[in-house]
DNA sequence: CTCGTTTCTCATGTTTCACG
DNA sequence: CGTGAAACATGAGAAACGAG
């Protein structure tokens, strides 16, 4: 068939983006969101690549970039790179700065290698430009606030706990399933994770479906809904205090990674490899970290010459042992 | 030449919508 | 209401390309 020799020349002639192109495609990203084309969940409407392949080719008459594969990937590229981004400057990430005049990320080669380890996505965004971060947050930023991640978790609990506290004021228990209440059930649960839940067999497209039952069979069915409502609700109770906790923790050591970093910056004599150096050292010990709150920072030159002799022994071991 | 990055293809699963 | 088509999301992997 001819589709095949076509596949083939397609992928020897491999598509580049070139810089105008892609700021006509961040053009048109902007545009559908303020023409509403965002839909609530982490994605567009139907339609939105063919939308933006119009748009790019009013931009470019006889441009050959096609919606599928070309824009979709792109727009899966850019997704990527900047949820890196957003992920560095985030609180869960220290000793990264974000260049505005040359659009690009700013942190010292072996935090970054450090960091890539860690999130393979941000592999390849060291010291490479990224013009269309500012547009693109406007376009992901409110889905992958992966810098708030932790604020929204925490926000999303306290929203379900005032939930939780309106129902049990309107209703006795905090989810009471009878009858009128059954199709209230499942608006309970979005803000859980709910995909992938629907059984095998039943029809994923239509979750409104409503069931009409006996007035017997809906009272013994009422009572164990009430029951897996009970037992779903002191589940969500506890899953709450447990995610609080994970997240209000985890944002407050980012936190103090953040401070250390700082505080590091602004001791006079320690070279910026020194600072990275004790950062990590630092951060990655716990009782050092508490240590470094507790105790003040001013131990931190003298330490740190100590800290100098071990590196410098350990290298020194490692060259005998190696050689 | 090797390795890492980028771009693209393909497969699979999910969601939405139109139609009978 | 059930079904099927269309569109989208996501992940794995292949191929091209460039830097060291």
Redesign the pocket.
Known sequence: MDGSSE?QN???T????TPEEDGVLVEGLLKLVDEGWKADA???K?????ALEKYIHNKFPGCTLK????I???V??FKRQYSAIKDMLGPGASGFGWNDAKKMIKVEKEIYHQW?KSHPTA???YK?PFPHYDSLDTVFGKDKAAGTVTEDIIDMTIEMEKENVQSTQEGGSGISLNDDDAENFESQMPETPT??T?APGS????PA??VKYNDDASDSMSNSLNKLGEIYANGIENMKQVFTSCFVHEKHTADRRNQIVSILKEIEGLSDAEVVMAGMLITKDNNLCDYFFHNGYSWIEEAFILVDFAIFFNSEDGDRTDS
Do not use: D, M
């Not at 919606?67 to 070309?70: D, I, Q, R, S, V």
């Open positions: 596949n397609v992928r020897i491999k598509r580049q983006w982490n994605s567009f139907p339609g939105y690549t063919k919606a599928t594969p070309h979709e990937s792109r899966k590229l890539c592999v390849g965004l490479k995909a992938n629907t029809n994923p497209s239509n479906t409503t």
